[in-house]
T-cell receptor
Framework: EAQVTQNPRYLITVTGKKLTVTCSQNMNHEYMSWYRQDPGLGLRQIYYSMNVEVTDKGDVPEGYKVSRKEKRNFPLILESPSPNQTSLYFC?????????FGPGTRLTVT | QKEVEQNSGPLSVPEGAIASLNCTYSDRVSQSFFWYRQYSGKSPELIMSIYSNGDKEDGRFTAQLNKASQYVSLLIRDSQPSDSATYLCAVPRRGSTLGRLYFGRGTQLTVWP
């Protein structure tokens, strides 16, 4: 089954404790993105990758890191999470412009 | 002006009615447009894409594109309670590489029985 997977789906953590949210796609898509979604603010792109080892900042990259060492994987790293990073996070992959989303990760930082 | 604007709603229609969702965009050279459906707490799901002026139909869904007026709409015929969701309009980012979209903030649709 063609899909984008994310783990974990739910995470509660404390300020400053490094965490990684994994994202994997099995569709051989070139492009991958991370978004956060907050009430009233919609979907905002955090980071984007157009190929292995090629990434670019999105609209809200502060406090986040990414890497793309393999085509299928695009992890999101929060080195020192803060409460303002509490949000719903989505990974997406694209063959061209249309995007296909993972199930989401609900992160709470206390 | 925002890249993509949608009526925030909420939009409420009775079962069986036509629901009309609208989106305007600012980049005149945009060539592709997408509609996503998002149920509460779930991820956005691509339901329609349109690339040419005019109408594109897929089952009960019709996307309409008017590039001269820079708007794209989604019509849902014979609306069902299961259509209750937030609908997001998306267009490619101006001057960007492939795979980057701007999303509108969405229109919340409620279909009541």
């Amino acid at each position: 089954e063609a899909q984008v997977t994310q783990n974990p789906r739910y995470l509660i953590t404390v300020t400053g404790k490094k965490l990684t949210v994994t994202c994997s796609q099995n569709m051989n898509h070139e492009y991958m993105s991370w978004y956060r979604q907050d009430p009233g603010l919609g979907l905002r792109q955090i980071y984007y990758s157009m190929n292995v080892e090629v990434t670019d900042k999105g609209d809200v990259p502060e406090g986040y890191k990414v890497s793309r060492k393999e085509k299928r994987n695009f992890p999101l790293i929060l080195e020192s999470p803060s409460p303002n990073q509490t949000s719903l996070y989505f990974c997406a992959s694209s063959p061209l412009n249309e995007q296909y989303f993972g199930p989401g990760t609900r992160l709470t930082v206390t | 002006q925002k890249e993509v604007e949608q009526n925030s709603g909420p939009l409420s229609v009775p079962e069986g009615a036509i629901a009309s969702l609208n989106c305007t965009y600012s980049d005149r050279v945009s060539q592709s447009f997408f509609w996503y459906r998002q149920y509460s707490g779930k991820s956005p799901e691509l339901i329609m894409s349109i690339y040419s002026n005019g109408d594109k139909e897929d089952g009960r869904f019709t996307a309409q594109l008017n590039k001269a007026s820079q708007y794209v709409s989604l019509l849902i015929r014979d609306s069902q309670p299961s259509d209750s969701a937030t609908y997001l309009c998306a267009v490619p980012r101006r001057g960007s590489t492939l795979g980057r979209l701007y999303f509108g903030r969405g229109t919340q649709l409620t279909v009541w029985p």
